[in-house]
C-alpha cells in the first residue's frame, strides 16, 4: 500500500529475482496496441501493475483463464517494479494514454482523479457488467471517493506487529489483543534485557503505523485536503523515538541501514517491526527463526485505529472499451480459479467466493488468515481516513525525512519543519 519502508523493502527483493527475459517482457507488450477492436470484434484492454517475476507469472495464469472465458476479449500486460511504475504511469497519464485498467493504491485515487484520469465505474456495476457484491469486511466501499467508485478490491491487509517467536519467547512476552504501548515497552525493555536485541526496528518513517496511533487518539495522519495532526504530534513521536533508541529499545538505524533490504527482524538485529500483515512471508525466506504476527498496541485497551487496506483495479476513463474493463475487473475479483493461482500475492482475496476458494496449506499464509480473521471478530476494523491529492509525495518524505533523522542527519525540529514544508506544498500544489 504506498511507499512505506515495507513496500519498498519487498518491491526491492521482488525485483532483484527479476531475469532479463521477464524484463524484456515488460518491455515488449507495455504500450502498443491502439485499443480498437479487430474486424471479428476482438478488443484489446492494456493491463498495467507493479510487481516482478513472480507476480507476473501468476497474473498472466489469470489472463489466460480470462480470455479462454471473453475470446473477444484479448489483453496486452506491462509490468515494472513499484517505483518505475508510477513514473511511468504518470507519463502515461500526462500525455493522455494511460492503461485501460491498472493497479492502484489509496494513496493515488485523489491525485489521479484530479487530474480527470480515472473511470467511474459505478455505471458498469448499474449495466451489470461489474458486481460489488460479496466482499468481505466492507472492501466494497474501499475504492469510493465522493459518491464515485474509482477503484475494485483485489486484497485485504492490515498493519500488524511481526515477531521473532523465539526472542519473545525468551523474553518471557505474550502479545495479546489490546495490549497498551506502555505494555509494549515494558515488552521491549524485556526483550533488551534478556535477549541482548533491541525489540523493535524502530518506527520513524512508517506512515501508516503513525496513522494508527494517531486515529487511537482521535485524529488521523490525513484529513480530505491535508495533514490531520500539527507539528507538536510529530516533534513528541520523533523525539519518543530518538530516545529509544538511545535506550537500546529501538535498532541503531545505522544497522538497519547497513543490512538493507534484510530486514533489521530476519537480519537479528531487532525481535519485531510493524508492517502489513501479507509481508510475513519475506520474513520465512530472509531468515532463520520462526516468526509470527502479534495485535498492535493500543493507547486504551480497546481502540486499535485498524483497518483493511487493499491493492485495487482502476480503469482509465480514457478506454475505449468500459464494458469490456469491467467485465475484466469482475472476473479477476470474483472469479475462485484466479484466487487459487494468486494465492495471497497481493493481500488475503477481496471477495469471500475468492476467499473461500482459496486455503492456505503453509504455515505463514495460514497465520495472515487468522490475524485478518480475528481483526473481524475482535470488531476492531474502521473504516480508512480520506486520502487527498498529494497524499503519495507526503507518504514519500515522511519515508525520507524520517530515515535521515534515524541517521542523524537532521535533528527533531529540523525533520519536522521540513516534512511540513514538503506536506504543505504537495497538498496544495
Known amino acids: 500500500m504506498g511507499t512505506s519502508r515495507n513496500v519498498e523493502r519487498r518491491t526491492i527483493l521482488k525485483a532483484a529475482g527479476a531475469t532479463a527475459a521477464t524484463l524484456g517482457l515488460a518491455t515488449t507488450t507495455g504500450c502498443g496496441g491502439d485499443g480498437g477492436a479487430s474486424a471479428d470484434g476482438t478488443v484489446t484492454i492494456r493491463y498495467a501493475w507493479w510487481g516482478a517475476e513472480d507476480r507476473a507469472q501468476r497474473i498472466n495464469k489469470t489472463i489466460a483463464l480470462f480470455e479462454k472465458k471473453y475470446p473477444k476479449i484479448k489483453v496486452k500486460t506491462d509490468f515494472q517494479p513499484y517505483t518505475d511504475f508510477w513514473k511511468k504511469f504518470n507519463t502515461q497519464a500526462s500525455g493522455g494514454n494511460p492503461p485501460d485498467v491498472f493497479q ?36 466494497e466501499k474501499f475504492g469510493e471517493l465522493d459518491g464515485k467508485l474509482l477503484g ?15 526472542v519473545y519467547t525468551r523474553a518471557g512476552v505474550t502479545p495479546e489483543q489490546g495490549w497498551t504501548w506502555d505494555d509494549y515497552h515494558a515488552a521491549l525493555e524485556k526483550i533488551r534485557d ?12 512508517v506512515m501508516y503505523l503513525y496513522d494508527l496511533v494517531l486515529r487511537q487518539n482521535g485524529k488521523a495522519f490525513f484529513t480530505e ?32 541501514i547497513q543490512i538493507k533490504p534484510k530486514s533489521a527482524v530476519s537480519g537479528e538485529i531487532a525481535g519485531g517491526e510493524f508492517t502489513w500483515d501479507n509481508f510475513t512471508v519475506r520474513y520465512t525466506a530472509e531468515g532463520k527463526s520462526e516468526y509470527g504476527l502479534a495485535p498492535i498496541p493500543t493507547t486504551d485497551g480497546k481502540k486499535t485505529g485498524q483497518y483493511l ?21 469482475n472476473f479477476m475479483v470474483h472469479d475462485p480459479e484466479v484466487a487459487k493461482i494468486m494465492g495471497y500475492d497481493r493481500g488475503v482475496p477481496a471477495t469471500q467466493a475468492q476467499y473461500d476458494a482459496f ?28 486520502h487527498p491529492n498529494g497524499a503519495d509525495i507526503c507518504e514519500s518524505a515522511f519515508l525520507r525525512i524520517g530515515e535521515e533523522l534515524g541517521l542523524g542527519k537532521r535533528s527533531v525540529d529540523d ?7 514538503e506536506s504543505k506544498t504537495a497538498l496544495t500544489g
Open 104 to 139: 492502484n493504491a489509496i494513496g493515488f485515487l485523489r491525485k489521479y482523479d484530479a487530474k480527470n484520469v480515472l473511470l467511474d465505474l459505478s455505471e458498469q456495476v448499474e449495466a451489470g457488467n461489474l458486481s460489488m457484491d460479496g466482499f468481505r469486511a466492507g472492501l
Open 152 to 166: 475494485v478490491p483485489v486484497g485485504s491487509n492490515s498493519m500488524a506487529l511481526v515477531i521473532d517467536k523465539g
Open 194 to 205: 534478556k535477549t541482548g536485541r533491541a525489540g523493535d526496528t524502530g518506527p520513524y518513517n
Open 225 to 256: 485536503d491535508a495533514l490531520g495532526f500539527t507539528e507538536a504530534d510529530l516533534t513528541d513521536w520523533w523525539t519518543k523515538a530518538e530516545q529509544r533508541v538511545k535506550e537500546g529499545l529501538y535498532a541503531d538505524q545505522k544497522k538497519v
Open 309 to 329: 487496506g487493499s491493492l485495487m483495479l482502476s480503469a482509465s476513463k480514457r478506454t475505449e472499451h468500459p464494458k469490456e474493463v469491467a467485465q475484466f475487473i
Open 359 to 386: 486455503k492456505p496449506t503453509d504455515p505463514v499464509n495460514k497465520a495472515i488468515a487468522a490475524y485478518e480473521e480475528s481483526l473481524v471478530e475482535a470488531g476492531v476494523l474502521e473504516p480508512i481516513t480520506p
Open 415 to 421: 525533520a519536522v519543519k521540513q516534512f511540513f514544508t
